[in-house]
């Protein structure tokens, strides 16, 4: 196959360019583009064109995404993901109780409901996106600020799940 779009179920802690990096390998060429990042500490979908069809990536980063995440709830970090320095936490006892008294989901569904149907959004220092050909994770993580442009966001729904 040296023309086509593939669907490649990214694991955690590769980043998009390693996923590329391996598929150069795998189909021997070099036009393959990724249609988006997903931060390292992401798993999903990863749309992937290859040969002729990476002129479609263009066009299709701009598409609607989805999102699920899973979150661990009474704890706050420094770089808003998992690698940070925790800043805030909340003991396991009085997690348990917001929990099992409802005030927890209350807090989650207020904190959903505020957010806007449109907002422009500053990428955060500790994410996938790019500025001048690197991760803005790797400026922040050597102690660096770069300025980022800001990305108009559209939240279209979101909804609780409760842990099977």
């Keep these: 196959m040296t023309d086509g779009i593939i669907l490649i179920d990214k694991e955690v802690g590769l980043s998009s360019f390693a996923v590329i990096a391996r598929l150069r390998r795998i189909f021997a060429q070099k036009r393959i583009g990724h249609c988006g990042t997903?931060?390292?500490?992401?798993?999903?979908?990863?749309?992937v064109c290859?040969?002729?069809?990476?002129g479609a990536v263009q066009f299709m980063e701009g598409y609607d995404k989805s999102y699920r995440f899973l979150g661990a709830a009474?704890?706050?970090?420094?770089?808003?993901?998992?690698?940070g320095r925790i800043t805030e936490?909340?003991?396991?006892?009085?997690?348990?109780?917001?929990a099992q008294s409802g005030v927890a989901e209350r807090r989650l569904r207020e904190a959903f409901s505020s957010i806007p149907e449109e907002f422009w959004q500053c990428p955060p220092m500790y994410s996938?996106?790019?500025v001048q050909g690197r991760p803005l994770y790797r400026?922040?993580?050597e102690g660096q600020e770069v300025e980022r442009k800001k990305r108009l966001v559209r939240v279209q729904s979101f909804f609780l799940q409760r842990p099977r």
């Design 38 to 47: 997903l931060d390292p500490f992401a798993s999903g979908l990863l749309p």
């Design 50 to 54: 290859l040969g002729r069809f990476t």
């Design 74 to 83: 009474g704890q706050r970090r420094d770089t808003m993901d998992r690698e």
């Design 89 to 98: 936490h909340l003991a396991p006892e009085d997690l348990r109780q917001m």
């Design 128 to 130: 996938a996106v790019k």
């Design 139 to 141: 400026y922040a993580r």
